[in-house]
C-alpha cells in the first residue's frame, strides 16, 4: 500500500511563497504519476496540478504561473513551488498518487492571509 506524506505548509502574507513536499513509499514511485490538489472550506476538492511519470506537468488555470509541480524520482518526491500566494490560494492541500488505486496523503494547511 502506498502512503504519501505531506509537508510544507503553514501560514503566509499575500504574495509569498511557500514549497509543498510529498514523499511516497510503499510504490514504485517512478511510475506513477503525481498531483496536488486543495480544497477550501466549504468547496469542492479540485486539482492543483499534476505531473507525468515522464515529467509531463499539467495546471490549474488558477495557478498557471505562479505554481510549479516538480518530482524528484530518486527521492520519492513530488514539491509544489507556490509564488504569488493570493488568500483565495488558501486550503489544504494535498498529494495524490495518480494510478489505480489511487492514494491521498493526509493533507497539509495552507493559510495566505496578511
Known amino acids: 500500500q502506498v502512503q504519501l506524506v505531506e509537508s510544507g505548509g503553514g501560514l503566509v502574507q499575500p504574495g509569498g511563497s511557500l514549497r509543498l513536499s510529498c514523499t511516497a513509499s510503499g510504490g514504485i514511485f517512478s511510475v506513477a504519476a503525481m498531483g496536488w490538489y486543495r480544497q477550501a472550506p466549504g468547496k469542492q476538492r479540485e486539482l492543483v496540478a499534476t505531473?507525468?511519470?515522464?515529467?509531463?506537468?499539467n495546471y490549474a488555470d488558477s495557478v498557471k504561473g505562479r505554481f510549479t509541480i516538480s518530482r524528484d524520482n530518486a527521492k520519492n518526491t513530488v514539491w509544489l513551488q507556490m509564488n504569488s500566494l493570493k488568500p483565495e490560494d488558501t486550503a489544504v492541500y494535498y498529494c495524490?498518487?495518480?494510478?489505480?488505486?489511487?492514494?491521498w496523503g493526509q493533507g497539509t494547511q495552507v493559510t495566505v492571509s496578511s
Open positions: 495524490r498518487w495518480e494510478r489505480y488505486p489511487a492514494y
Open positions: 505531473i507525468g511519470s515522464g515529467g509531463r506537468t
